[in-house]
C-alpha cells in the first residue's frame, strides 16, 4: 500500500571529501520536492567539511544536521545507525554524498513508498574526466546525455515502467542492493536493529541489511527508471575486510538472520 505523503528524512554518507558533498547538497536544493529534514552522516572528516555543512545551512529551509564520529577507520553501519536513530521523519532515503541527484529525486522516492517494503534505486556512472571536470568547476550540469557517462538506462526516467520492474529487476537476488540509493521506512529498521555494526571494512553492510529485512517478511523493491543518480568517480576503497564481511552475510542467509546484536538499539 502506498502512503500518501510520508515525512521523509534523507540520510547522506561522507568522508573527507567536501567537494563531492557540496555538489551533493547542490543537487538536493533544486529538488522537486524537499525532505523534511537532512542528515549528513560523517564518518570522521576533518573541519572543512563541517565548514561547508555549515555554510550550507543558511540555504536550506528544512534542517540540515550535521551528525559526526571520530574517525577510527571505515564505520560506515555506525554512523548510518547514529544518523537513522536521529532520524525523526517515518520514511528515511539513504544515499552517499558523492552523488549527484536528478532533480525528481525525492519526488520519485516517495510515490514509489510502500507499506511492507524497502526500495534499492540505482546509480548512473561518471567517468573520471566528467567527475573531474563536475568537481574542479563546482558544478551539477549533468545528464544522461552528457558525455562521459556509463550505464545508460539507469540515466533515464520512465514512470510508467517502474511499478512492472520493481519486483521483477533482479528480484531473486535479495543481496542485490546499492546502498548509495536505498529508502526505508524507520519503524523497519527498528524492527531488524538497523546495520550490523560487526560489518567493519568496505563492503556488504546493505546486502546483509537487506538480507535480515526479507527475513523479517519485507519486501525488496527495485526503483528503476526513477530516483536517477549521478555517481562522483573515485577509486575503489581498500577490502582488506570483505573476507570477514562475506562470512557475516553468508551466516545470515544461512541462519535466517532477522536481527543483530550490535545495532541501532544502541542509540534510540
Known sequence: MVMRNPSLTLIVTTYNWPEALELCLKSILQQTIMPDEIIIADDGSTETTKNIITQYQQQFKV????????????????????????????????????????????????SFNRTGAFVSGTRVQMSPQLSTKLVSENKIEVSVFSKGITNFSNGLRIPTLREF????????????????????????????????????????????????????????????????????????????????????????????????????SQYL
Open 63 to 110: 534542517p540540515l544536521i550535521h551528525v559526526w564520529q571520530e574517525d577510527t577507520g571505515f564505520q560506515l553501519s555506525k554512523i548510518r545507525n547514529k544518523a537513522i536513530a536521529k532520524a525523526k521523519m517515518e520514511y528515511i532515503v539513504q544515499i552517499d554524498g558523492d552523488l549527484v541527484l536528478e532533480k525528481h529525486f525525492i519526488a520519485d522516492h516517495l
Open 165 to 264: 520492474l520493481a519486483e521483477r529487476y533482479k528480484s531473486s537476488n535479495i543481496m542485490y542492493v546499492r546502498g548509495c540509493n536505498m529508502a526505508f521506512w524507520k519503524a523497519d529498521l527498528v524492527k531488524v536493529n538497523g546495520y550490523n555494526e560487526a560489518i567493519v571494512g568496505w563492503g556488504r553492510e546493505d546486502s546483509e541489511l537487506a538480507v535480515r529485512l526479507s527475513n523479517s517478511g519485507i519486501k525488496k523493491r527495485i526503483l528503476k527508471f526513477g530516483a536517477v543518480t549521478f555517481h562522483i568517480y573515485h577509486p575503489e576503497a581498500q577490502r582488506q575486510q570483505l573476507n570477514t564481511n562475506d562470512a557475516i552475510l553468508k551466516n545470515a542467509i544461512a541462519n535466517h538472520t532477522k536481527t543483530c546484536k550490535f545495532g541501532l
